[in-house]
Each structure stands twice: as C-alpha cells, then as structure tokens.
C-alpha cells in the first residue's frame, strides 16, 4: 500500500503560480512512477504530468506544457508539480497518484491515489 497526501492548492489570479506537493508513505517510493491529475466539475479526470521511477523523463499533456513541471524527490518520498502562468481552465481538483508500472499517463494504470487537492483560478 502507499498511502498519498497532497498539500499546496488554493486561490490565485490567472498568470499566478501555485506548487503542489505529494508526500508518499508506505512501500519504496522510488519503485513508483508518479503521476498528476486534475478533474473539473462535470468533466473526466484527466492527465496533467508524469515523472518515471527516477525523475529523469516526465511528460505532460498539450494543455500544460511548457507551464508546468512536475519533479520527485525520492530522498523525501514527494513529487511536486509547480503551476505557472496560471489560467482560469486550470481550475480542477488536483490528484496525486502512484503506478507501479515505469511510466504511466492513463487513469487506468495507477494503482494508488491521494484525496485531492482544490485549485482555483480566478480571471
């Protein structure tokens, strides 16, 4: 089992930044890929970004490239994702979750997920 916290939503006006933060505990935190979801009212989760075992190759989606990046650092079991240029359509519950496959970018392939975590963007 790994068990996902997620900290660092909020409120902030559109071009701002925000960081989010996802503390892991449980089993080995490096034998994971991790992954950064959000979902909106009325809408599908959705992927955000994902970083493989060891950090070295992350991917995101069209929408956030460029403008987010998402790291880990296996030392304090956390993987972030800093928020920058921010705009109102970023507005979404942020989710946190663990695969136990290399790299992953699909809801399907994650096993473990946090509580969520609320950003809003205001215009």
């Known amino acids: 089992q790994v068990q996902l916290v997620e900290s660092g939503g909020g409120l902030v006006q559109a071009g701002g930044s925000l960081r989010l933060s996802c503390a892991a505990s449980?089993?080995?935190?490096?034998?994971?890929?991790m992954g950064w979801f959000r979902q909106a009212p009325g809408k599908a989760r959705e992927f955000v970004a994902a970083?493989?075992?060891?950090?070295?190759?992350?991917y995101y989606a069209d929408s956030v490239k460029g403008r987010f990046t998402i790291s880990r650092d296996n030392a304090k079991n956390t993987v972030y994702l800093q928020m920058n240029s921010l705009k109102p359509e970023d507005t979404a519950v942020y989710y946190c979750?663990?695969?136990?496959?290399?790299?992953?970018?699909?809801?399907?392939?994650?096993?473990?997920w946090g509580q969520g975590t609320q950003v809003t963007v205001s215009s």
């Open positions: 970083v493989n075992w060891r950090g070295g190759n992350t």
């Open positions: 449980g089993r080995t935190f490096s034998n994971y890929a």
């Open positions: 979750a663990a695969s136990r496959t290399q790299v992953a970018l699909h809801v399907a392939r994650y096993d473990y």
